[in-house]
């Protein structure tokens, strides 16, 4: 489960900007976590309960921001979020190679204190 992983590296640096700002306790987090970024969101939530535990991040709340998949075809000028894994225009029918959105894995603002 790299869920975990993920979550390690994503508390260091929610420790480390509460550090610099002198916080006690992180009470939320907010991340966006992309469609096709690899990463369950589920699965994100139980390793930060896990990771949390014994933390300044104990008992935060963890908030995540799905991001579905967003194409953009050059030819006809359409932005669309593809039904599949196929990057298909629905309007002219060319493959994009590579999608706008979603293969996001940020974390976007901490509450702290």
């Not at 998949?69 to 002219?92: A, G, K, M, R």
Request: proline share 6%.
């Amino acid at each position: 489960m790299h869920e975990v992983s993920l979550m390690e590296q994503t508390l260091a640096i929610a420790f480390d900007h509460a550090q610099q700002q002198n916080a006690q306790r992180i009470h939320r987090l907010k991340m966006r976590i992309g469609a096709v970024s690899g990463v369950v969101p589920e699965a994100l939530s139980f390793a930060f309960d896990v990771v949390a535990s014994g933390t300044i991040a104990e008992g935060a709340t963890l908030e995540i921001e799905n991001i579905p998949v967003t194409c953009f075809c050059p030819d006809c000028d359409l932005l669309f979020n593809p039904p599949d894994l196929f990057y298909q225009c629905p309007h002219c029918g060319s493959y994009i190679q590579k999608p706008l959105a979603g293969q996001e894995i940020e974390l976007t603002s901490l509450e702290v204190s």
